[in-house]
């Protein structure tokens, strides 16, 4: 994605220098990734902007550039070591710790887009039978919501079929709602790339690899 948003903006002749040209892109990308795993609300409330995005985003840029100065000044991380900035990424925590909290969180808030086996058979063409046979193989993440009703994260399927590497996963990391958390978020293991979007690509080694070793 970001090198998508570094085509498009030396296409439109964007006056920036080879460094700030790849921070754009990056943060432009990393921008579009995240949104679809914002809360409803918070995605709403996004939309509803309709203008102001300079100001806001100049703003941001100003207070985030403060931050790292201060952290530079206060000395708090060692020699050649990058400032924190802001709160520690949820997936740099252990995962044993986030499994509570994820028990009594809805799943709208944090999962993205879900869908029960009647939207995947109509939208998708996953039979039934196929998709409750994944889920007794492990082959699906498949969360439970209310009493015994299970829904599928969409962002998991590819061309009608669970992403290659999904059932490695859920084998390293047993509790599904851990597991799609993990493969959600940004992972410090994986240079801040996020586990699901790297499945989607067909780089699975990796992904199965710092699995295993988190669970």
Avoid: C, N
């Avoid at 969180?105 to 039979?127: C, H, N, Q």
């Amino acid at each position: 994605m970001a090198e998508a948003v570094q085509r498009a903006l030396m296409q439109h002749g964007a006056l920036l220098d080879a460094e700030a040209l790849v921070s754009a892109s990056t943060m432009a990308g990393a921008v579009a990734a995240a949104l679809p795993f914002l809360p409803q609300a918070q995605r709403l409330a996004i939309s509803s902007v309709k203008g102001g995005w300079t100001e806001l985003t100049a703003e941001f840029f100003r207070s985030m550039a403060e931050r790292i100065v201060r952290a530079d000044l206060s000395g708090v991380d060692g020699p050649g070591e990058s400032p924190t900035i802001g709160p520690a990424k949820p997936a740099s925590r252990p995962l044993a710790e986030r499994a509570f909290e994820l028990q009594s969180m809805l799943i709208e808030d944090w999962a993205g887009e879900v869908a029960g086996s009647t939207y995947l058979e109509e939208k998708f063409r996953i039979p039934r039978s196929t998709l409750h046979r994944w889920q007794r193989r492990g082959e699906v993440v498949a969360l439970r919501k209310g009493g015994r009703k299970h829904v599928f994260p969409l962002a998991q399927f590819v061309d009608g079929r669970p992403a290659p590497g999904i059932s490695d996963v859920l084998a390293a990391i047993t509790k599904p709602r851990l597991a799609w958390f993990w493969l959600t978020r940004p992972s410090i293991e994986l240079d801040g790339r996020i586990p699901i979007e790297m499945l989607r690509e067909d780089m699975i080694e990796d992904v199965v690899r710092v699995a295993r070793s988190l669970s």
